[in-house]
């Protein structure tokens, strides 16, 4: 185990998320730390969460949501880009994400509930229509291009995103995009150090985190094992502990738990234990080397 702090020095950071809760679950501690040191960050969404949505208008209460969490931790919303794809389910055989990176075809329309083109808010668009005047369509290359016009826009020093070893199939799809794209980025001459971390664990849902009283350090989920990328050991993990500000037990005052409050949509009941159980005394990563350039 490593500890680590975010100081004035630390280098610009990215959040690249999949759905809208994911950024504070994984990264509300290190956005609220960077956001007092003075340290640039961008908070990247990939999908507008808009699963089982018909119209777009959960998607974009999802969006918004976002915008009201961050700002608990004093992220200013122009910090934040909406990638503006779709969400059609967790397991890989229904997950947007996942689908996309298995597709042989980079030209397929990949149709979601809702729509095929990508889409932000009324006065906040997504990043493919700031760019480019025109919405996105849902293919894989059109995905794979946004994500990385945005990573070479910004070009942050530190990539914070979710794990292949996730088993949310947008989680460990988004991971092998983003490692892929690196790889492109690094002919480039951009070679950002990337954090990855959990949201779903192989121990599930209801096992992991752990529920329990007080406000204590992250245990390690029963079934991570080694992975598909070599070695993903819990003995290996880096620590990043949250300010006092997240540690107190009054969750009505802890401040990831009022940025967590924000997502209404994503707190459904059989949901609300288990996002609350990230409310906890640190925030847990791995760095992953990155490929050689392709």
Not at 167 to 182: K, M, W
Request: aromatic share 10%; glycine share 10%.
């Amino acid at each position: 185990m490593e500890i680590r702090q975010i100081t004035e020095d630390y280098g610009s950071i990215m959040v690249l998320v999949p759905h809208q809760d994911d950024e504070i679950l994984l990264c509300a501690g290190i956005m609220e730390q960077a956001v007092r040191c003075g340290v640039e960050l961008t908070v990247v969404m990939a999908t507008n969460g808009d699963y089982g949505s018909e119209d777009g208008l959960a998607g974009r209460a999802r969006l918004q949501e976002m915008l009201e969490g961050l700002k608990v931790l004093g992220v200013p919303e122009d910090s934040a880009v909406f990638l503006g794809y779709a969400d059609t389910g967790m397991p890989k055989e229904d997950s947007f994400l996942y689908g996309l990176y298995e597709e042989k075809d980079g030209k397929k329309v990949h149709p979601s509930h809702c729509g095929m083109r990508t889409y932000g808010l009324p006065r906040k668009a997504e990043f493919h229509k700031q760019e480019y005047g025109e919405h996105g369509w849902y293919t894989r290359d059109g995905f794979m291009s946004d994500l990385k016009d945005v990573l070479l826009k910004y070009r942050p020093a530190h990539i914070f995103t979710t794990s292949v070893e996730d088993t949310h199939g947008d989680h460990s799809g988004l991971f092998l995009f983003v490692q892929d794209i690196l790889a492109e980025c690094g002919k480039e001459g951009y070679c950002p150090r990337l954090y990855s971390g959990i949201v779903h664990s192989k121990a599930g849902d209801e096992k992991w985190p752990k529920r329990e009283s007080g406000i204590a350090a992250l245990e390690s989920p029963d079934q991570i094992e080694e992975g598909v990328l070599g070695s993903l050991l819990w003995e290996e993990r880096i620590v990043f502990p949250v300010s006092d500000s997240m540690r107190t037990q009054d969750l009505k005052r802890n401040r990831k738990a009022v940025a967590l409050s924000k997502h209404v949509t994503a707190l459904k009941p059989d949901a609300v234990d288990f996002l609350y159980a990230f409310v906890k005394a640190d925030e847990v990563f791995w760095e992953i080397p990155l490929r050689a350039p392709l």
